[in-house]
T-cell receptor
Framework: KNEVEQSPQNLTAQEGEFITINCSYS?????LHWLQQHPGGGIVSLFM???GKKKHGRLIATINIQEKHSSLHITASHPRDSAVYIC????????FGTGTLLAVQP | SAVISQKPSRDICQRGTSLTIQCQVD?????MFWYRQQPGQSLTLIAT?????????ESGFVIDKFPISRPNLTFSTLTVSNMSPEDSSIYLC?????????FGSGTRLTVV
């Protein structure tokens, strides 16, 4: 079993929909990261969380340390949000999930 | 947060040759890392680049195949040596501080 599990693996949404991507992990962590990867391979760091909730524009990330679970929400989704979203946890080094491929259709 | 410039963005290389990938950070970072992402797989840590000393490699990765340099706190290189088609992957560098991680734009390598 992977130490970091994401769901769903693939997600197709219509523009404007509210989107949720989930991440569960099985190790103790000091922080959890949500990353966005575009087709060329480059990665942008969206959030680093150790507790609670963070918001940046239309993106919201939450974490429940007791349940070892985090969610990434996208409100009013847009085709430019189409990318792979990766959850990574940090016990000491980063351990990555396999990613969620999101496609937002106009 | 720090910005990382990674070069080249992509390359197609012949079997048996070597490719050096560079990462330049616009500010000093405590840690630098190199990752590989094979097709359809998650990112895997190759090594931690240590300033002025030998890199720390993860299980399954060796210095002869992936020599790494980090002469200062803002620059590192990864060489993929004696390439085979199995080395076709995305290679990413990352810089870390206590505030979080920044990633390069990735190098998409195809070995033919």
């Amino acid at each position: 079993k992977n130490e970091v599990e994401q769901s769903p693996q693939n997600l197709t949404a219509q523009e404007g929909e509210f989107i949720t991507i989930n991440c569960s992990y099985s190790v103790g962590i000091s922080a959890l990261h949500w990353l966005q990867q575009h087709p060329g391979g480059g990665i942008v760091s969206l959030f680093m969380l150790s507790s609670g909730k963070k918001k940046h524009g239309r993106l919201i990330a939450t974490i429940n340390i007791q349940e070892k679970h985090s969610s990434l929400h996208i409100t009013a989704s847009h085709p430019r949000d189409s990318a792979v979203y990766i959850c990574a946890v940090r016990p000491n080094k980063l351990i990555f999930g396999t990613g969620t491929l999101l496609a937002v259709q106009p | 947060s720090a910005v990382i410039s990674q070069k080249p963005s992509r390359d197609i290389c012949q079997r048996g040759t070597s490719l050096t990938i560079q990462c330049q950070v616009d500010s000093q970072v405590t840690m630098m890392f190199w990752y590989r992402q094979q097709p359809g797989q998650s990112l895997t840590l190759i090594a931690t680049a240590n300033q002025g000393s030998e890199a720390t490699y993860e299980s399954g990765f060796v210095i002869d195949k992936f020599p790494i340099s980090r002469p200062n706190l803002t620059f590192s290189t990864l060489t993929v040596s004696n390439m085979s088609p199995e080395d076709s992957s995305i290679y990413l560098c990352s810089g870390g501080t206590s505030d979080g991680y920044t990633f390069g734009s990735g190098t998409r390598l195809t070995v033919v």
